[in-house]
């Protein structure tokens, strides 16, 4: 069974889903693992129902890192931001579907961990907001 996701890992990190950029986010970060040198950045549009319209992601790194983002991304949009506000860890890590070694495992949670700060660190507030206005 390993086989079979080790093809889907290797094929997401070919060929990325969602791979790019997107003109104007409403939200982005770029999160990195500086163990290793992997980049991710994540961008987001977010439609006024709070729901994730967009989605892509730049970044270089390992096979684990580039795989889980392509995954991550497939998985948020439509959702809305609270689905992804409590987003475990292990969600990523049952995406992935293989066992990850404690070395690689901050591999597979950086994009996960890039998303969540997106979202926190990374996002525009509302126009006339008292935290636009700070």
Same mark, same amino acid.
């Given at each position: 069974?390993?086989?079979?996701?080790?093809?889907?890992?290797?094929?997401?990190?070919?060929?990325?889903?969602?791979? !790019?950029?997107?003109? +104007?986010?409403? *939200?982005?970060?770029?999160g990195s693992?500086? /163990?290793?040198?992997?980049? $991710?950045?994540?961008?987001?549009?977010?439609?006024?129902?709070?729901?994730?319209?967009?989605?892509?992601?730049?970044?270089?790194?390992?096979?684990?890192?580039?795989?889980?983002?392509?995954?991550?991304?497939?998985?948020?949009? !439509?959702?809305?931001? +609270?689905?992804? *506000?409590?987003?475990?860890?292990?969600?990523? /890590?049952?995406?992935?579907? $293989?066992?990850?070694?404690?070395?690689?495992?901050?591999?597979?949670?950086?994009?996960?961990?890039?998303?969540?700060?997106?979202?926190?660190?990374?996002?525009?507030?509302?126009?006339?907001?008292?935290?636009?206005?700070?």
């Amino acid at each position: 069974m390993d086989d079979l996701y080790r093809d889907e890992i290797l094929e997401h990190y070919r060929r990325p889903h969602n791979f !790019g950029t997107l003109p +104007e986010p409403d *939200a982005s970060f770029e999160g990195s693992n500086p /163990l290793c040198g992997d980049r $991710i950045t994540v961008m987001l549009d977010i439609g006024e129902d709070g729901r994730i319209t967009d989605v892509a992601f730049t970044g270089r790194g390992c096979a684990i890192s580039q795989a889980s983002a392509s995954m991550l991304t497939d998985e948020v949009r !439509g959702r809305t931001l +609270e689905d992804l *506000a409590m987003l475990q860890n292990q969600y990523v /890590l049952d995406l992935l579907g $293989i066992e990850i070694s404690p070395a690689r495992l901050k591999c597979a949670l950086l994009s996960i961990d890039t998303l969540k700060k997106a979202l926190t660190d990374g996002r525009d507030p509302a126009p006339g907001t008292a935290e636009s206005r700070a």
